[in-house]
């Protein structure tokens, strides 16, 4: 099964802030890497499908990149409304596999 | 619109067995596929499986193979997973989900003597 590694698994940051979440495969993925926010008690939430295509709906403050092994999340601009935890899945084969989750927090 | 909708929380005694469903609405239940993840309280997500619901073609990861049964009525858009022999480490909240990010609402699954 491929791995993700996701860093950091925590990250304390201030709204305003420009914030930078980071996956690895263990082997290359093409782009099939999506990232999800999730939020006490809820479900997940698409944020970003194929590695950089903002799912509908989700604000411009959010963007992906990367292609092979690496991947990034960044939010621009921090919300009061994004801290959450935030996962990469791989569906490039199955098992699909997701990171360990990055919690982002306020500081 | 686009939803899936979960069955309710469930309690269950170690050994048991649990199956969990998953009306869909709002499309072609049988144009995508459904996946099975789980999240342990405090803890990550979990890949379970997956099931076409054309074919009914199934695959699941090795942690659950033996365990684990994807299912589904397509007369009523509906999904099911049913696992087997639970333990109290199955205690969790069980999502489905579709491509492209479309989940149920959970269903809470506790297994305990």
């Known amino acids: 099964a491929i791995q993700m590694t996701q860093s950091p698994s925590s990250l304390s940051a201030s709204v305003g802030d420009r914030v930078t979440i980071t996956c690895r495969a263990s082997?290359?993925?093409?782009?099939?890497l999506g990232w999800y926010q999730q939020k006490p008690g809820k479900a997940p939430k698409l944020l970003i499908y194929?590695?950089?295509s903002l799912q509908s709906g989700v604000p411009s403050r959010f963007s992906g990149s990367g292609s092979g092994t690496d991947f990034t999340l960044t939010i621009s601009s921090l919300q009061p409304e994004d801290f959450a935890t935030y996962y990469c899945?791989?569906?490039?084969?199955?098992?699909?596999?997701f990171g360990q989750g990055t919690k982002l927090e306020i500081k | 619109q686009v939803q899936l909708v979960q069955s309710g929380a469930e309690v269950k005694k170690p050994g048991a067995s649990v199956k969990v469903s998953c009306k869909a609405s709002?499309?072609?239940?049988?144009?995508?596929?459904i996946n099975w993840v789980r999240q342990a309280t405090g803890q990550g997500l979990e890949w379970m499986g997956w099931?076409?619901?054309?074919?009914?073609?199934?695959g699941y990861a090795q942690k659950f193979q033996g365990r684990v049964t994807m299912t589904r009525n397509t007369s009523i858009s509906t999904a099911y997973m049913e696992l087997s022999s639970l333990r109290s480490e199955d205690t969790a909240v069980y999502y489905c989900?579709?491509?492209?990010?479309?989940w149920g609402q959970g269903t809470l699954v506790t297994v305990s003597s």
């Open positions: 709002g499309y072609t239940f049988t144009s995508y596929d």
């Open positions: 082997q290359g993925i093409r782009n099939d």
């Open positions: 989900a579709r491509d492209p990010g479309v």
């Open positions: 899945l791989q569906d490039y084969n199955y098992p699909q596999t």
């Open positions: 194929a590695a950089s």
């Open positions: 099931m076409n619901p054309n074919s009914g073609n199934t």
